[in-house]
């Protein structure tokens, strides 16, 4: 694989969890938006943690298949390690992570990755579809929707949202987070990410999921979501939820 001359967001997420799939132009990026910001580990930490508790609780309802959205690295403590008896498709639209997560994945029967854009469902390679999420539209699936919806404005995301509501079986269930205000203090940090970066106030996430409906732990810091043992202590950078299209 060339050594890519463009930092990814998903390989310095993978350099904060202490990972080994990322390249130096990833670590100097990270370094950069640590002296903007602060210590990025411990937020990414948390909100990996709230990932792994997230989708055992999706497991938990029955659920047995996962697509992934903005996959990234797949690894440290990610879906499938999560969830290891799940059937899982990783999908991202970055050609270097998919390339990355096809090499580390190979040999594994009950887990893929594809491209996919989650703005375009329709688009997932149908091969990997029929493997991977058995019945699709017809028995429930996990969507684990992280990362994403800061890039996207709101009506994309409210439209995204909806066609993938419309598109699984009832019972399926949503796991999404949102990004808080928390940059706006640092806007040296918040140049770097682009405009495409949308913060959004928390008052403003639950309109964003539509026909989509939280489950009764809400939406909240994704530290607070469900913690085993006390929550972290970190920034609130991140708010999350798990909601469902309800049966029947």
């Not at 929707?145 to 409210?158: I, K």
């Not at 940059?183 to 964003?208: D, H, K, N, V």
Request: proline fraction near 9%.
């Amino acid at each position: 694989m060339a050594e890519p001359s463009v930092p990814s967001t998903a390989r310095m997420i993978d350099f904060w969890l202490g990972g080994s799939d990322h390249f130096p132009v990833d670590v100097a990026a990270a370094h950069a938006f640590e002296q903007a910001y602060g210590p990025c580990a411990p937020v990414f930490r948390s909100l990996r943690a709230f990932l792994g508790r997230s989708v055992r609780h999706i497991a938990d309802a029955g659920v047995d298949s996962f697509l992934v959205f903005g996959a990234g690295v797949p690894t440290r403590g990610n879906v499938h390690e999560a969830v290891p008896e799940a059937t899982v498709l990783y999908t991202d639209v970055d050609p270097v992570a998919v390339e990355i997560g096809q090499r580390m994945l190979a040999g594994h029967d009950r887990v893929g990755y594809g491209f996919g854009d989650a703005t375009d469902p329709a688009g997932i390679d149908p091969a990997l579809r029929q493997r991977f999420l058995p019945g699709w539209g017809e028995r429930p699936v996990g969507l684990v929707f992280l990362g994403l919806a800061a890039f996207l404005d709101d009506a994309t995301l409210a439209r995204t949202l909806d066609d993938l509501y419309a598109a699984v079986a009832p019972g399926s269930r949503l796991a999404i987070d949102f990004d808080t205000e928390e940059l706006a203090a640092y806007p040296e940090a918040l140049a770097m990410m682009g405009p495409a970066f949308r913060m959004r106030a928390p008052e403003s996430f639950a309109g964003l999921l539509g026909r989509w409906q939280p489950t009764a732990d809400g939406i909240v810091p994704v530290a607070r979501w469900r913690p085993e043992g006390a929550p972290e202590v970190v920034p609130d950078a991140f708010y999350g939820a798990v909601a469902v299209k309800p049966a029947g």
